[in-house]
T-cell receptor, first 116, second 110 residues
């Protein structure tokens, strides 16, 4: 199993350009997440999905959009990139928990994005 | 709301023991996670505590006190490869999301 994969691994954008980050998981997990990680600030949730066709906003959703058309894929879009979006982006997934159970997340290797 | 505090950095010597503390404030408690993250890599799961007490897993142990809103990660027989960031995290009340602390960077020196 590949687990959680992300493409691309690195990208440099100019202000105003758009791009899509792709996350794929082969563990049949229901829940998927997009985080950004900045120095000294830990992981901050951008958007998440609890199932195919559903998405919800996280802590820092502005400037990002997501889609989950297939269970195994979760796409993160930047319509008009800004320097403030320079960050490392991690995708994660986890299986649906039974009542009272909270299970761990599995993370992809990350995408390092620089916006000039 | 939810809030997690952990020290920013710690330094320890190879072969020693180090304790990384985490305090949290939540409106409802659904357990506490510890993740390890090496520089330039993804976080990986270390432990999950939902009941009070110490859980041991090889060289790593994790402790929880729900009444004090406190947890710690204990690393024994430190090795150079243990140099990494250690993230404390708690699920939110609804359970879909997890709130992460900023992480503690551990430096292991020879």
């Amino acid at each position: 199993n590949a687990g959680v994969t992300q493409t691309p691994k690195f990208r440099v954008l100019k202000t105003g350009q758009s791009m899509t980050l792709l996350c794929a998981q082969d563990m049949n997990h229901e829940y998927m997440y997009w985080y950004r990680q900045d120095p000294g600030m830990g992981l901050r949730l951008i958007h998440y999905s609890v199932g195919e066709g559903t998405t919800a906003k996280g802590e820092v959703p502005d400037g990002y959009n997501v889609s989950r058309l297939k269970k195994q894929n979760f796409l993160l879009g930047l319509e008009s990139a800004a320097p403030s979006q320079t960050s490392v982006y991690f995708c994660a997934s986890r299986r649906r928990a039974t009542a009272g159970e909270y299970n761990e997340q599995f993370f992809g290797p990350g995408t390092r994005l620089t916006v000039l | 709301g939810q809030n997690i505090d952990q020290p920013t950095e710690m330094t320890a010597t190879e072969g020693a023991i180090v304790q990384i503390n985490c305090t949290y404030q939540t409106s409802g408690f659904n357990g506490l996670f510890w993740y390890q993250q090496h520089a330039g890599e993804a976080p990986t799961f270390l432990s999950y505590n939902v009941l009070d007490g110490l859980e041991e897993k090889g060289r790593f142990s994790s402790f929880l006190s729900r009444s004090k809103g406190y947890s710690y990660l204990l690393l024994k027989e430190l090795q150079m490869k243990d140099s990494a960031s250690y993230l404390c995290a708690v699920p939110n009340t609804g359970g879909f999301k997890t709130i992460f602390g900023a992480g503690t960077r551990l430096f292991v020196k020879a």
